[in-house]
């Protein structure tokens, strides 16, 4: 009988830079587009990026380890609620027809996430922190509007 070995090598983005700033954990069903990179939505702008992927030690989800940064820092809350927002989410409805809803030609490419926070002041999320990424966010997290004050420093907190 024949036998073949395969060596798979897993090659790091060249391009790629480690960031300074909140250092937080990820968890996902599955990655699908997200990869190390991948941005990191708060209402379209992006404040960070994707640093690493890897299986979690139950092999039951995708464990991402995610960097805000620095000056957004006091954006993330123990509230704040994560989703998956790769590719292109079409919904159809009587009365609106047809609605295409991307947050930009790169997540659908490359794949991203997005996150809100909620009004009700929350402590700051800490480094290590982890959240939960939903497959897609619920209306009530759109429409959160915190009045956050940050700065470059991030020093600043929920007002």
Do not use: C
Request: hydrophobic share 35%; charged share 20%.
């Amino acid at each position: 009988p024949h036998h073949t070995e395969f060596i798979l090598e897993v090659l790091d983005d060249p391009t790629y830079r480690p960031i300074e700033g909140l250092k937080i954990t990820l968890h996902m069903k599955r990655l699908g587009k997200v990869s190390q990179g991948s941005p990191i939505y708060y209402r379209g702008i992006q404040v960070g990026q994707i640093e690493a992927t890897r299986l979690s030690d139950t092999a039951q989800r995708a464990e991402l380890d995610a960097v805000i940064f620095k000056k957004y820092a006091s954006l993330v809350r123990q509230g704040s609620q994560f989703w998956n927002v790769s590719g292109i989410e079409t919904s159809l409805s009587l009365l609106g027809g047809l609605r295409l809803n991307t947050t930009s030609f790169k997540s659908v490419l490359e794949g991203a996430l997005a996150f809100a926070t909620p009004e009700q002041s929350s402590p700051r999320a800490n480094h290590g922190s982890l959240f939960n990424v939903a497959e897609k966010p619920e209306k009530r997290w759109l429409q959160w509007e915190p009045n956050i004050d940050f700065d470059s420093s991030g020093a600043k907190s929920l007002q």
